[in-house]
């Protein structure tokens, strides 16, 4: 299965942006990138998700590059409820692969 | 948005006895239900996969008839943890998938586990 690697923390100062990359050199032509968040003693939550072409919606931005091999997660301007573990995840369209591997993800800490 | 509601948040046994976790999705058909433990500081790893109306399959090293998965309906799925031991105390969350393989997996709120 594609695997995805993750700086293990990132900081940020409250109400600047932030750029999460993931890395996917693996990734195959059906698998969609997926971007999760999980705040502490709680279930993850969707953020965003794409194939090829950049995305946004209301809480997010979804930079992919061109051959694929990378992604990243754009906050446009960091608050302390971004305050979170961020999950990069590769899913496969075709078979909807089951077992998604969540790496460690970026701890992303959010400086007032 | 969807939700997915997991039930209970919280729960305290005594070594032996048997636990279960409801996993509702409150707003959509979920054909496929997914089942994750996450120790503390510790990324989430996938136990099982619940169809609808058929066997869930487990991933290996997880013993299916120690965590007895029932997926009966499109908006329930249960996980029992059968003669809950205490290193079976742990984080278990649950998703789920719309009717489409591109649907974002929704994730319930999570069940902290405490076995005593």
């Known amino acids: 299965d594609a695997k995805t690697t993750q700086p293990n923390s990132m900081e940020s100062n409250e109400e600047e942006p932030v750029h999460l990359p993931c890395n996917h050199s693996?990734?195959?032509?059906?698998?969609?990138i997926h971007w999760y968040r999980q705040l502490p003693s709680q279930g993850p939550e969707y953020v965003i998700h794409?194939?090829?072409s950049n995305v946004n919606n209301r809480m997010a931005s979804l930079a992919i590059a061109e051959d694929r091999k990378s992604s990243t997660l754009i906050l446009h301007r960091a608050t302390l409820r971004d305050a979170a573990v961020y999950y990069c995840?590769?899913?496969?369209?075709?078979?909807?692969?089951?077992?998604?591997?969540f790496g460690t993800g970026t701890r992303l800490t959010v400086i007032p | 948005g969807a939700v997915v509601s997991q039930h209970p948040s919280r729960v305290i046994c005594k070594s032996g006895t048997s636990v279960k976790i409801e996993c509702r999705s409150l707003d959509f058909q979920a054909t496929t239900m997914f089942w994750y433990r996450q120790f503390p500081k510790k990324s989430l790893m996938l136990m099982a996969t619940?169809?609808?109306?058929?066997?869930?399959?487990?991933e290996q090293g997880v013993e299916k008839d120690k965590f007895l998965i029932n997926h009966a309906s499109l908006t329930l799925s249960t996980l029992t943890v059968t003669s809950a031991h205490p290193e079976d105390s742990s984080f278990y969350i649950c998703?789920?998938?719309?009717?489409?393989?591109?649907?974002?997996?929704?994730f319930g709120n999570g069940t902290r586990l405490t076995v005593t």
């Open positions: 693996t990734i195959s032509g059906t698998d969609y």
């Open positions: 794409g194939l090829t």
């Open positions: 619940s169809n609808e109306g058929s066997k869930a399959t487990y």
């Open positions: 998703s789920a998938r719309g009717q489409t393989f591109d649907s974002p997996l929704h």
């Open positions: 995840i590769l899913r496969d369209v075709v078979t909807g692969a089951n077992n998604l591997f």
